[in-house]
């Protein structure tokens, strides 16, 4: 590999670790004191960069010199926040709304998700099955100490974590997203409810049977967005920010949550690892090779957004079948 293909390696690199609101270019430039004009042509490895540029480059993005020289071309450099006791439900959600703000400002954005459990985005709007979810991850998937012998009381005290739900979902519903579902969608929290209720984490058996009904709620709303075509906020008709939502059913390939976002010419995909954390890239023959996939499975899946009444109806009433099991099991 020549000096050339290393330089541009290296900025994608670097580009790779910086959050999706920066501009890359404004930040190189700031940081070698040079102009945007001079960062492009460094970046494109029109221009060799000096030793002391590569040494503000690593000290300011944590890269080290052995890294650097490793760096091979088929390599793939994703990026992201690990949700711990150092990385709060907060700073988590706040990462999803500032990506979903981004999106919002790019050209012609699309989502694109393949999902193994309902996206996350659904459920803001529902407070007792957004606090569950929230409640779930702290307590069960990081195992947060204070609350190991908590029971669930059905609210989320933060009014931060509440106030960024709420832009959450406020940005989703203007942004055009294809979604591919599967039942095993919604199993994974009936599953997770299930767990809650044998071991008696549930503080009432009143707010179990609040979190089942606003999990209907959830399904009657998703199944009426399929339907109509557009993205809308509960309990409300389609408005002049709605965008368009498209809904396929696959039963045969279980999704793993991967993320796509394509706008113009440029394109993120997200990953999903250890339970909740997604890691991000921009590596176009990753990408490219994402989409692909993506659209394969598409392919081979049934369309139930406007049309597919048939299908839409038997899916959904399958997933309310089951949820109606678990709540005549708590009689």
């Known amino acids: 590999m020549d000096a050339n293909q290393t330089q ?21 430039a700031e940081l070698l004191n040079i102009s945007n004009d001079s960062a492009y042509r460094r970046i494109r490895g029109e221009k060799p960069i ?17 890294q650097l020289l490793q760096i091979q071309s088929n390599t793939v450099i994703f990026s992201g926040n690990k949700f711990d006791n150092n990385f709060g439900l907060y700073q988590y959600l ?32 529902f407070p007792e099955l957004s606090a569950f979810k929230f409640f779930f991850w702290k307590r069960t998937l990081i195992g947060y100490p204070e609350l190991a012998k908590q029971q669930f009381t059905g609210e989320e005290s933060s009014i931060d974590i509440l106030e960024t739900a ?22 994974v929290t009936i599953r997770q409810i299930e767990w809650y209720r044998q071991s008696n ?36 008709s389609v408005s002049s920010v709605s965008a368009p939502y498209d809904v396929y059913i696959n039963e045969c390939l279980i999704g ?32 490219d090779y994402t989409f692909k996939n993506i659209h394969n499975i598409i392919r081979k899946s049934s369309h139930i957004s406007v049309i597919g009444e048939k299908e839409r109806s038997m ?17």
């Open 8 to 28: 541009q390696l290296f900025f994608n690199h670097i580009k790779s670790k910086l959050p999706l609101h920066l501009s890359f270019v404004d930040e190189v």
């Open 50 to 66: 000096g030793l002391d540029e590569v040494q503000m480059l690593c000290n300011k993005y944590q890269i080290s010199l052995d």
């Open 94 to 125: 706040q990462d999803i709304c500032n990506n979903l703000e981004l999106f919002k400002k790019m050209e012609q954005p699309h989502i694109f998700y393949y999902n193994k459990d309902v996206p996350v985005f659904h459920y803001m709007q």
């Open 166 to 187: 709420k832009k959450i979902i406020e940005h989703y519903i203007e942004i055009p997203s294809t979604e591919i579902w599967n039942e095993e969608s919604v199993h």
């Open 201 to 236: 984490i549930f503080a009432s058996k009143h707010i179990l049977l609040k979190v089942y009904l606003q999990l209907e709620e959830l399904l009657n709303h998703i199944e009426l967005q399929a339907e109509t075509g557009k993205k809308f906020l509960y309990n409300q």
């Open 256 to 287: 793993d949550n991967t993320i796509f976002v394509k706008a113009g010419e440029r394109q993120i995909t997200f990953l999903n690892h250890n339970g909740l954390n997604f890691i991000g890239t921009q590596d176009k023959n990753f990408c």
């Open 315 to 331: 899916f959904f009433n399958t997933l309310r079948g089951k949820i109606y099991e678990c709540k005549k099991n708590l009689q």
